[in-house]
């Protein structure tokens, strides 16, 4: 079955470049396009596409939109920024987003992402990612405050879903996190659904900033 993507650039050369990139895979069929937040979410919910790739700066924010389908379960969000991060970039994970792509990304890896996304991996640019994480955790200048009690549900986590955890902390992908433990994909994808719920997260990378912001197996780092 093809990857039914939704489109939410304020651009129109942006959005045709997308849209020309995306159907080029045999897999993905780009089912709409919305030019600002409010459309975006409305479409998705006619739509239900398995990912929005979502601007972070349009009318009607991109932010908002991505909060509102994360916390409505419609779609995956895939989010699109320029290499500058600012709050923005940071406020869209904690929405739940799936990852964010820099817009000058290649066609084959935004291709590749999108796949990555839909079948429920995060996805994060590798020129940014590591500042991402030293954000959150802290070892850059905060843009939020970072939590100052554990969230509920660490206890809750078994041993193979703390194993998992700490994979997540580590960026691995379902697929990576399946041959690192000697178990099956679907049975990763089970662990990481359970682990969010327990976490009251709503995104993988939701789940590997806690990782770091916490240490391995959810423990406080020394």
Same mark, same amino acid.
């Given at each position: 079955?093809?990857? %039914?993507v $939704?489109?939410? @650039?304020?651009h129109?050369?942006?959005?045709?470049?997308?849209?020309?990139?995306? @159907?080029?895979?045999?897999?993905?069929?780009?089912?709409?396009?919305?030019?600002?937040?409010?459309?975006?979410v409305?479409?998705?919910?006619?739509?239900?596409? @398995?990912?929005?790739?979502?601007?972070?700066r349009?009318?009607?924010?991109?932010?908002?939109?991505?909060?509102? &389908?994360?916390?409505?379960?419609?779609?995956?969000?895939l989010?699109?920024?320029?290499?500058?991060?600012?709050?923005y970039?940071y406020?869209a994970? %904690? +929405?739940g987003?799936?990852?964010?792509?820099i817009?000058s990304v290649?066609? &084959?890896?935004l291709v590749?992402?999108? /796949? $990555?996304?839909?079948?429920?991996? =995060?996805?994060?640019?590798?020129?940014?990612?590591?500042?991402?994480?030293?954000?959150?955790? =802290?070892?850059a200048?905060?843009?939020?405050?970072r *939590?100052?009690?554990? *969230?509920?549900?660490?206890?809750?986590?078994?041993e193979?879903?703390?194993?998992?955890? @700490?994979? $997540?902390?580590? =960026?691995?992908?379902?697929?990576?996190?399946?041959?690192?433990?000697?178990?099956?994909e679907?049975t990763?994808?089970? !662990?990481?659904? !359970?682990?969010?719920?327990?976490?009251?997260? /709503?995104?993988?990378?939701?789940? +590997?900033?806690?990782v770091?912001e /916490? =240490? !391995?197996?959810?423990r *406080?780092?020394?």
């Amino acid at each position: 079955m093809s990857i %039914r993507v $939704l489109v939410a @650039d304020d651009h129109a050369a942006v959005r045709a470049g997308l849209v020309l990139v995306l @159907d080029r895979a045999a897999d993905i069929e780009v089912v709409g396009e919305a030019t600002d937040g409010g459309s975006a979410v409305r479409l998705a919910r006619r739509l239900r596409p @398995d990912v929005v790739l979502m601007d972070i700066r349009m009318p009607g924010g991109g932010i908002e939109a991505t909060r509102v &389908l994360v916390e409505e379960n419609v779609c995956q969000v895939l989010i699109l920024t320029t290499f500058d991060l600012d709050e923005y970039v940071y406020a869209a994970l %904690r +929405a739940g987003a799936a990852g964010f792509l820099i817009k000058s990304v290649e066609a &084959l890896q935004l291709v590749e992402a999108v /796949r $990555l996304v839909a079948q429920g991996d =995060g996805v994060l640019a590798p020129q940014v990612t590591r500042r991402v994480i030293s954000q959150f955790a =802290g070892t850059a200048t905060a843009v939020e405050p970072r *939590p100052q009690a554990p *969230p509920k549900g660490l206890e809750q986590l078994t041993e193979r879903e703390r194993d998992v955890f @700490d994979c $997540l902390g580590e =960026g691995l992908s379902n697929q990576q996190i399946a041959k690192r433990l000697y178990i099956s994909e679907t049975t990763v994808k089970s !662990h990481v659904s !359970h682990i969010l719920a327990k976490l009251g997260l /709503r995104s993988r990378v939701q789940a +590997a900033i806690l990782v770091q912001e /916490r =240490g !391995h197996g959810g423990r *406080p780092a020394p």
